[in-house]
């Protein structure tokens, strides 16, 4: 029998059909006031448009099917306003700056538009290139390698009443919760080591709980699912709503999380 929770429409839920389809793309990183970010917008490609290729000294950068497609991964830092192109590095080889600039670090004067990096707490994570939610946007006003302006965009309202939206904090959350209860169940010793369950959470555009589903095992029998199943029906609807997220990318949150026997 399925629990009072369990939604046909999680295979609507869970399943993202651009997801599947997408390759990930490795994103440049952005040093600023000593802190690394991620950079989700690429300068050094606007120097190979200018340039008309995609070398480095005598090294081509070509593009491939792997994370790193684009035939990269560069560091860049803001320093004193302006942008700077520290590292470049091609699979677990770093390209010396010098072949190409004459120097180990070189300011980035070709580079005008919009540098994009997302930092903060990871929000959602999206298959999908350049498309993860962070808790906060920051965008820098570039001309000429000069920044001309800086935009932060917070995209989580928050709300101590409500619980933070990010995946890794809710499967923490959530596994604790259980975990918790599981341990003091009478059934405990009854509970073979090394079994496990697997369940899938859902949240609705509100943050509000719509369910779970179990996604492992499929047997009635297994006393550990049972008494996950007791748990999750009378703990999980005790939830708090989620936080707001305000980001053209996110959707609707949902998390997995693994069962075992507590030690």
């Known amino acids: 029998m399925k629990n009072a929770f369990s939604y046909l429409v999680f295979a609507l839920l869970f399943i993202n059909p651009q997801s599947i389809i997408a ?26 448009d200018i340039k008309g290729d995609r070398f480095i000294g005598e090294i081509e950068l070509k593009r491939s099917g792997l994370i ?25 080889k770093s390209i010396p700056l ?29 298959h999908r290139p350049f498309a993860s939610v962070y808790e906060t946007d920051v965008h820098y ?41 599981l341990a003091s169940s009478a059934a405990l010793n009854n509970i073979q080591n090394g079994e496990h369950v697997l369940l899938g959470i859902g949240f609705g555009n509100d943050g509000k709980l719509i369910g779970y589903e179990v996604k492992y095992p499929n047997d009635e029998n297994s ?12 703990e999980l609807p005790k939830l708090p709503l989620l936080m707001k997220v305000k980001h053209k990318n996110y959707e609707p949150a949902h998390v997995e999380i693994a069962i075992t026997k507590p030690k």
């Not at 991964?73 to 306003?81: D, K, N, P």
């Open 23 to 48: 390759s990930p793309v490795a994103p440049d990183y952005l040093v600023s006031n000593k802190d690394t970010f991620v950079l989700y917008s690429t300068p050094l490609d606007y120097y190979f």
């Open 68 to 92: 790193d497609n684009r035939g990269y991964v560069a560091t860049w830092s803001i320093e004193e306003g302006k942008l700077y192109l520290l590292n470049i590095q091609q699979g677990k």
């Open 98 to 126: 010098a072949e190409e600039f004459f120097e180990h670090k070189t300011f980035a004067n070709w580079y005008t538009g919009t540098l994009y990096s997302p930092q903060g707490e990871l929000i959602q994570y999206n």
């Open 141 to 181: 006003q570039v001309i000429d390698g000069k920044i001309q302006k800086k935009e932060v965009n917070e995209n989580v309202t928050f709300d101590a009443h409500k619980l933070f939206p990010a995946e890794r904090f809710l499967k923490d959350t959530i596994t604790s919760i259980i975990n918790a209860k």
């Open 223 to 234: 006393i550990l699912l049972k008494e996950v199943q007791k748990i999750a029906n009378r």
